[in-house]
Each structure stands twice: as C-alpha cells, then as structure tokens.
C-alpha cells in the first residue's frame, strides 16, 4: 500500500509484491476518511509514504496503519524514505518540545520496522536512540556518486557543515574527489554564518552536497562564499528537497549552477533515483 501510486507500482512491480489498494478522501470538514479495499489478512504490509509536510499526513498514515492491523496485516513496515522531525533533537531553552524523540514515539506505536535514508543525524547518532521499533538506515551515497561521476569533469566536493562531513567523505571517496569541509553556525531559521576553508583547486567544479535543502539558506550563503574566491558556479545536491517556496528560483538567482536531488521527496529537480536502494532495504526485512 503505497501514497504515491506511481512509486507505488514501480516498487510493487519491482519486488514481484501485490501492489495495495486503498481508498482516502477528506469529508467537507476536512477528516479523514481511508477504506483499505485489499484483502490484507495475514500479509506483510509495506507502506511507503513520503513526508514531507509532515503535520498534514501523519494522521492518515496512523490511522491507515491502525486499520491494517485492525484487519489482520501480520506485519507493518513503514518506508519513509525523509524522516521529519529528526532537527529539534534537544531542548534549547526551557519549555522546547524535543519533537525527535515524540515523533518517533508515536512512529514506534504504530509499525512493526521502519526503513529510511539519511536521515539527520546530529546530536543523535543512530534513529535506534530514538525509534524503538526495529529501524533500518539506507544511504544514497552510492547513487549520488554515480551521478557525479556521469555528469561533472574534476568535481570538488563540499559539505556545509560538521554533520555533512558524514556523507561528504564517503562520496568524496567514491568519486576520487577532492572534499573541503565548511563550517556552520545557525543564528535563526533563516540566518547561517559559514566559514570556508581556502580552496587550492580552482579548476574544479564545486559540488555542494547537503543531506536538506529547505530554505535555502545554507547553499545560499555557500555559493556566496565560492563566488568571493572566484570559483565555478556551483552544483547544489540535496538527499531531500523540502524546498520551501521560491528556494528553487532563489538558488538559481544566487549563482546555482544546478540543482538535483534524489527522490525522497518528489520533485522536479529529482534525478538521483533511490528507488533500487529501497528495494534492496525491503528485501531484507
Ligand atoms: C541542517 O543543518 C541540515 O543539514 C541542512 O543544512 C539544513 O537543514 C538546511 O536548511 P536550509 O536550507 O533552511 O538552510
């Protein structure tokens, strides 16, 4: 059973699994109303959901879970290829909720496993810390690399920040790529300051890649910096395009040459296919 019947199928067709049927509709008032139309009894339900907007479908896939289960599904493994709520993972000041750790409890009430990509991790190493539902992490360094190496002579990869460096080495690696490493600090949700190191390698195209891309704010402000030490434009990556509106145009006004993600969340800037990894995750669960 999937929320996005196009994935959906190519997933289903890819596993040779029975591809779900479901009806959602929202009443007037805007509930919710879901009736599962397959025979779910005794079967091993996956259920893929794409969250970005997380507040606005959290509540149909807990009850469309409850209703499987309620229906006799054995087992409910939930493929969330962007895990929300993985940045607010520590009281701040007084009062804060840490919606990591409540999100993931109430994704934990509902699945029996959960399978994801990249998700942010900072503070907290392993979404195991959090989730207490059997978890599986996937990676899609693998297939961001691939693209590299297809479209960009002499990349020069760049990570925004101290997280990044996990992601940034590793495709650094499998791209025999030079990788320089910035630092970041967050002053409000739409304000970084970055420090660059200095860059030896002019001649090469920089390839900044982020795990998130929301607001912009910290491609922004690096392809201001590689513009003062007069580089190339540079390549934006994300792993997941939440983009808020106008971050795509706002990207390209600021000196982006490019702007690819994968699709853990659909959009049109979306040529890194993660489908293949997710399938190789759902084989061994
Ligand atoms: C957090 O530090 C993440 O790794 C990303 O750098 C961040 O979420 C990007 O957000 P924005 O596009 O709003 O700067």
């Not at 990869?157 to 996990?166: K, T």
């Not at 490019?258 to 993660?274: A, F, G, R, V, Y």
Request: include cysteine.
């Amino acid at each position: 059973m999937f929320d996005d019947k196009k994935v959906g199928s190519k997933l289903a067709k890819k596993l040779c699994i029975e591809e779900g049927d479901c009806e959602f509709r929202n009443f007037p008032d805007e509930e919710t109303y879901i009736r599962v139309k397959s025979n779910v009894k005794k079967k091993h339900i996956v259920l893929i959901c794409f969250l970005d907007h997380p507040n606005k479908k959290i509540l149909s896939l807990y009850f469309l879970a409850k209703t499987l289960k309620e229906l006799g599904a054995s087992k409910i493994t939930l493929v969330i290829p962007y895990l929300p709520y993985m940045r607010q993972d520590k009281q701040f000041q007084i009062g804060e909720a840490v919606t990591s750790h409540l999100f993931a409890q109430l994704i934990s009430s509902f699945c029996d496993s959960l399978i994801t990509i990249d998700p942010h991790l900072h503070r907290i190493k392993n979404i195991s810390e959090i989730y207490s539902t059997p978890t599986m992490t996937l990676h899609a360094t693998s297939p961001i690399s691939i693209w590299i190496n297809n479209n960009i002579k002499n990349p020069l990869i760049i990570g925004p920040d101290e997280e990044s460096a996990q992601w940034g080495k590793e495709i650094a690696k499998l791209t025999r790529a030079p990788f320089v490493l910035a630092n970041k600090k967050r002053l409000a949700d739409r304000e970084v300051i970055i420090d660059l190191p200095t860059i030896h390698v002019k001649s090469h195209t920089p390839v900044i890649v982020d795990d998130i891309i929301s607001s912009g704010t910290t491609m922004r402000e690096l392809i201001k910096h590689l513009a003062k030490k007069n580089l190339k434009k540079p390549i934006c990556i994300g792993i997941h395009p939440l983009f808020e509106e106008k971050t795509y145009k706002k990207l390209i006004k600021a000196g982006a040459k490019e702007i690819i993600s994968c699709n853990t969340i659909l959009h049109p800037s979306n040529h890194i296919d993660i489908i293949n990894i997710l399938i190789k995750g759902i084989k061994q669960c």
